[in-house]
């Protein structure tokens, strides 16, 4: 989650963990992680 917080620029955990808290599974963070990477890249 802190890879996370860190690409969507929030300054607290709390809101990453808000608005990612559906995301529990580790291959659905992948697959979140994958997607973001396919925007910013």
């Known amino acids: ?4 917080q860190y690409l969507m ?7 990453t963990m ?3 808290n559906h995301i529990t599974e ?3 963070i992948e ?3 994958a997607k973001l990477n ?3 890249v």
């Open 9 to 15: 620029g929030h300054a607290h955990m709390d809101v």
């Open 31 to 33: 697959t979140e992680l």
């Open 1 to 4: 989650m802190k890879a996370v």
């Open 18 to 20: 808000d608005v990612y």
């Open 38 to 40: 396919s925007v910013v």
């Open 26 to 28: 580790q291959s659905r």
